[in-house]
């Protein structure tokens, strides 16, 4: 079992930056892809970015890619998720999750792949 803490958001002004953390406990994180999702109000959860249990291979969606960077650190079961260039439709809470699974950006952009999930934290960028 998982249990993944995200920690960093915060209010910031558009074109600013904030990294997300996810603290994890539990011994399948290094075998675990991690993910980052967000949800705005309204809106149904979507897909930001993921990494894979090694790290050697990252997904981003489209409207994320160029901007965000995410990484991490196995040996102190972290993620992160670095975020530059911010705009105020980046304005949401965002979660992180862990899978098991493993395969093509769209089997990882998808919610129910992911077991686990953390409490979120609020992000909220000014204009």
């Known amino acids: 079992q998982v249990q993944l803490v995200e920690s960093g958001g915060g209010l910031v002004q558009a074109g600013g930056s904030l990294r997300l953390s996810c603290a994890a406990s539990g011994r399948t994180f290094s075998t675990s892809a991690m993910g980052w999702f967000r949800q705005a109000p309204g809106k149904e959860r979507e897909f930001v970015s993921v990494?894979?249990?090694?790290?050697?291979?990252?997904y981003y969606a489209d409207s994320v890619k160029g901007r965000f960077t995410i990484s991490r650190d196995n040996a102190k079961n972290t993620v992160y998720l670095q975020m530059n260039s911010l705009k105020s439709d980046d304005t949401a809470v965002y979660y992180c999750?862990?899978?098991?699974?493993?395969?093509?950006?769209?089997?990882?952009?998808?919610?129910?792949?992911?077991?686990?999930w953390g409490q979120g934290t609020q992000v909220t960028v000014s204009s």
């Open positions: 999750a862990a899978s098991a699974a493993w395969g093509t950006i769209a089997t990882m952009s998808t919610p129910r792949k992911y077991t686990y």
């Open positions: 990494i894979s249990w090694g790290g050697s291979t990252t």
